[in-house]
């Protein structure tokens, strides 16, 4: 799975039985995160290596900062390789259109602006 | 010695052979097809890709009045080049042409232009006339069966009879018969050409005009050398007891099958160093196969038991050899005229390839049949023994019957090869539909030749947003058309040496508005998706 730029912070869940692999490259410019350190480098794609069967579904986590763009959609291309075949979840719609006419988009993140609170 | 001189004269007749062509195919037009034009011209220039023979142009307004014909027409090696008269009026005009190309096939075709005003409708090919296209196929399949019976039968009385007394006598008869009529049906087919080259009906036999035209092309070589060889084959016949003799009906056996190379889409097609012999050596290995039938048929019904198996396991050893040959010639032959797997099921030469093989298929299974069942059984003089062997021969005549007249046919039809030659060429020069669209930051255009409901090349370019060339992972294709309710057709271009991410194909097999969406893969994450909107006619 590609992280998309401004997603910061990634943490994937280790799961029993499978490879976790993170990958990591340099920001162009550091970033000062919200604690006053200074974070230079970020995840860029995180990969599970690991027997799934297709009469089974499992759940893989991340933890991650989004970043402070309300209203914006953020997409995670991912790439499922199986036995047999590849699947690349990775369409991301044009302009006009929507995820229904995509055989295969990519799985997305809408960012909503913070609830107010009463 | 005397095998050693026939088998020279093999490879010094295909060394005289022309050099590659395929099916001539009009490159330029000028004006071009479809053209607007401010001012009348003042000639029209057909350009094909090799010298052409013009059997007829014609200039016509839409409404068909002729106002040009081919009289004032000159041919300059692949330009053919019709003068107009002075300040046309302002009308839509039709060029209706009929070439005759190197490998012997007429194209006919017909473009438009317009002075002054816009072109209306789609312009109507002559039709070809139905008896005289079927005609040339039967011709044809029949003038192949008595080649290569009557070539085939002096190869076998020299391999497997030695050209043994009696054989020599019996086979005489097979050979004058088939002989003779192979030089009839040659010059019939000679005739049944030349009306096919004119668009004529069968009545144009009569007419001088049509053997004249036959004579001009290249066909009229193939037919001039066969008869060569069957005339020396026929020469020799009656003393065939002398050793001289026999080294020219073989020669001439040689010769007359050699002619095949010289001609044909088959022989003229790239690459040439495999083409320009396989193509007879194919015929030849078939010819002593087919002209062997009736010598071991003659055999089994006269000879003592011993003496006809002797003949039958003496042909069986040759055979394997010749069968064997003639089957990896013809893989060869059909992987270079099929070029794309696919396009054995799309096209028509690819459903008549198919019935031929199946055909094979069965042939090799009567000829297994033979050699490891009834041959044995010839040993031992078992009472039906004799019969067996007959009746297995007569089932492999009637094979070969199917076997060459789906030859023949084969002979007719344009092959994938040159239908994906004509289109490339047509993706390179200018092809008929080109669009660009962005998406994600890349550029990416698509090319259609000749956007016609048939065969056509597809051609995806693409480029980065600062107009560098992209080489995607993998291109591929989804091709519908809503409107007739045919669902997304799933293919993938290959990357060509050129660059571009071509695919051939049958796929848009109707005319309308197509939806061509292009999927290219950059890397694992990036797949920029486009869609064009195609109309094919």
Redesign the interface.
């Given at each position: 799975m590609?992280i998309p730029d401004g997603v910061l912070g990634v943490k994937p869940q280790p799961k029993h039985g499978w490879e976790l692999a993170i990958q990591k490259e340099k920001l162009k410019t550091p970033i000062v995160d919200s604690h006053g350190r200074t974070i230079t480098e970020a995840v860029v794609e995180v990969t599970w290596t690991g027997k799934l069967l297709d009469e089974n579904f499992d759940q893989f986590g991340m933890h991650m900062k989004l970043p402070n763009k309300p209203g914006e959609t953020l997409y995670f291309?991912t790439?499922q390789e199986c036995e047999r075949g590849v699947h690349?979840w990775?369409?991301?719609p044009?302009a006009g259109k929507s995820r229904s006419d995509?055989k295969e988009p990519a799985p997305f993140l809408k960012l909503l602006p913070k609830a107010q609170r009463h | 010695m005397a095998r050693f001189v026939a088998f020279i004269l093999f490879p010094l007749l295909l060394a005289a052979g022309h050099p590659a062509h395929a099916h001539a195919v009009l490159v330029e037009t000028v004006p071009a097809d479809g053209a607007v034009l401010a001012d009348p011209p003042r000639e029209v220039i057909l350009r094909f890709n090799e010298p052409v023979a013009l059997v007829t142009v014609r200039v016509l307004v839409i409404d068909a009045r002729p106002i040009a014909d081919g009289a004032r027409a000159q041919v300059e090696n692949e330009a053919v080049v019709l003068p107009l008269p002075p300040d046309l009026p302002h009308a839509t005009y039709v060029v209706s042409y009929r070439v005759i190309s190197l490998d012997s096939h007429a194209i006919a075709g017909a473009i438009m232009f317009s002075v002054g005003d816009a072109p209306a409708g789609d312009v109507r090919l002559e039709a070809e006339d139905l008896a005289t296209v079927l005609s040339l196929a039967a011709t044809r399949a029949l003038f192949l069966a008595a080649l290569l019976i009557a070539t085939g039968a002096i190869l076998a009385l020299w391999l497997v009879a030695d050209f043994a007394g009696d054989f020599v006598r019996r086979g005489r008869r097979t050979v004058l018969l088939a002989g003779l009529a192979a030089l009839l049906l040659g010059a019939l087919l000679l005739g049944v050409a030349g009306c096919n080259f004119a668009g004529v009906p069968l009545t144009g036999l009569a007419d001088a005009a049509t053997w004249r035209l036959a004579l001009s092309a290249a066909l009229a070589q193939t037919l001039a050398v066969a008869g060569a060889g069957l005339t020396l084959m026929l020469a020799a016949l009656p003393r065939l007891e002398h050793g001289s003799n026999r080294l020219v009906a073989v020669a001439g056996s040689l010769i007359a099958l050699g002619s095949l190379a010289l001609t044909g889409h088959a022989a003229t097609a790239a690459p040439q160093w495999l083409m320009r012999w396989a193509v007879p050596l194919h015929a030849l290995c078939a010819a002593f196969w087919l002209g062997a039938l009736p010598l071991l048929a003659a055999a089994v019904r006269t000879e003592p038991p011993e003496r006809a198996h002797r003949y039958a396991v003496r042909f069986s050893a040759y055979a394997l050899v010749a069968v064997t040959t003639m089957l990896a010639l013809g893989l060869a032959l059909a992987i270079v005229q099929v070029e794309h797997l696919a396009l054995m099921w799309q096209t028509a030469y690819g459903i008549v390839l198919q019935c031929k093989l199946a055909a094979i298929a069965l042939l090799l299974a009567v000829a297994a049949y033979n050699k490891w069942h009834a041959t044995p059984l010839l040993a031992d003089d078992s009472p039906g023994a004799r019969a067996i062997f007959r009746r297995a021969i007569y089932a492999e005549y009637l094979l070969f019957a199917g076997i060459i007249a789906f030859t023949a046919m084969l002979g007719e039809i344009e092959p994938p090869r040159a239908q994906v030659e004509r289109d490339a060429r047509a993706l390179t020069g200018g092809a008929d539909f080109t669009e660009s669209r962005t998406q994600a930051g890349y550029r990416i255009t698509l090319s259609v030749a000749p956007a016609r409901a048939g065969h056509n090349a597809l051609a995806i370019d693409m480029t980065d947003a600062d107009g560098r060339t992209v080489t995607p992972r993998e291109v591929a294709l989804e091709l519908s058309l809503p409107a007739a309710g045919i669902e997304p057709l799933r293919r993938h271009a290959q990357h060509h040496a050129s660059g571009r991410f071509i695919h051939h194909g049958n796929d848009l097999a109707r005319a309308g508005r197509w939806r061509i969406e292009v999927h290219a893969l950059i890397d694992d994450f990036t797949k920029p998706i486009v869609t064009f909107d195609v109309p094919i006619r």
């Open positions: 590609r291309p790439v690349r990775i369409e991301i044009a995509y | -």
